[in-house]
C-alpha cells in the first residue's frame, strides 16, 4: 500500500499515522510562530478580563489568577502552515472556572480571544468550554517560553494551532460570531485540520 513520506515519518517517530491530519507533516521541535514582535510583560501590571455577554465581568492579577485551579491536558498541535507536533502537554486553568466567577449570559455563543498588540481570533463557546481546552500557563512542565506565550496561553483543541492565542489577555464573551486577525485575511472560520480547513468559509 502507498504510504506517504509524511506518514512513514510518524511511522518512523512511533506514532500511529491515523493522528496526523492530511497535508501535514511531523516536526519534533516546537517551530514559534506569529505575526509582529515578542511582547514583553510584566507580570506586576499584567491583567487578564474577562467580559462581554457575562453577568459579572472580571479583571484579575497574576496573582489572582494564580490561585485558580489548575488542571492540565495533551495535545498534538497542527499549525495550518503544515507542520504538526503530537503529545504537548499543557498545564493552566481551564474556562469552567473562570465561567463559574463571570456567568455567562444565555446570548453567550461566541469568544473572541484578545492578545498583546492586538492580535484577535475567535471561536465557538464550546471550544473553550471542551474537557481538554485550556488557559496555559505552563508548557512540558515548564512555565510557556516568550516565545510561546509568556505567560498565558489559550489552547483550543481540534483547530489550527492559530485559534490558540498567545499572550492572552482577555476572552470577550459574544452573542455573534466575530472574525479574528487571521480570519479576516482569509483563515477559514472554523479551521478544522481533519477537514484541511485552511482558508476561506
Ligand atoms: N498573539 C498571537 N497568538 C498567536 C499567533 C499570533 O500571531 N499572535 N499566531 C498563531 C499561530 S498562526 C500559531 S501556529 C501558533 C504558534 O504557536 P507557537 O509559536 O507556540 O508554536 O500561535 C498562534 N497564536
Ligand atoms: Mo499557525
Known amino acids: 500500500m502507498f ?4 506518514e512513514q515519518k510518524v511511522r518512523d517517530a512511533g506514532y500511529d499515522p491515523a493522528r496526523l491530519p492530511p497535508g501535514q507533516y511531523l516536526t519534533e521541535k516546537w517551530p514559534v510562530l506569529h505575526a509582529g514582535e515578542v511582547p514583553h510583560t510584566d507580570l506586576a501590571t499584567w491583567t487578564f478580563r474577562v467580559f462581554g455577554e457575562v453577568e459579572q465581568p472580571l479583571e484579575l492579577t497574576w496573582d489572582a489568577f ?8 495533551v495535545h498534538d498541535i497542527h499549525c495550518v502552515t503544515r507542520w504538526s507536533r503530537f503529545d504537548t502537554s499543557f ?9 463559574a466567577l463571570v456567568r455567562p ?9 484578545h492578545a498583546e498588540h492586538g492580535f484577535t481570533t475567535n ?9 481538554n481546552a485550556l488557559l496555559a500557563t505552563h508548557a512540558d512542565g515548564e ?5 510561546h506565550g509568556f505567560p498565558l496561553r489559550l489552547v ?5 494551532f492559530w485559534k490558540s492565542a498567545k499572550w492572552l489577555r482577555a476572552l470577550e464573551l459574544t452573542s ?3 472574525p479574528g486577525f487571521w480570519e479576516r485575511y482569509g483563515y477559514h472560520n472554523d479551521a478544522d485540520p481533519w477537514r484541511e480547513q485552511r482558508y476561506g468559509f
Open 156 to 160: 483550543v483543541p481540534g483547530k489550527y
Open 123 to 131: 471561536v465557538p463557546l464550546g471550544s473553550i468550554e471542551a474537557e
Open 91 to 99: 498545564e493552566g486553568v481551564h474556562w469552567r472556572e473562570l465561567a
Open 176 to 178: 455573534t460570531d466575530q
Open 105 to 113: 449570559k444565555p446570548s453567550a455563543r461566541f469568544v473572541v480571544a
Open 66 to 73: 494564580n490561585e485558580l485551579p489548575r488542571s492540565s491536558n
Open 3 to 6: 504510504r506517504s513520506k509524511a
Open 143 to 147: 512555565p510557556l517560553t516568550p516565545d
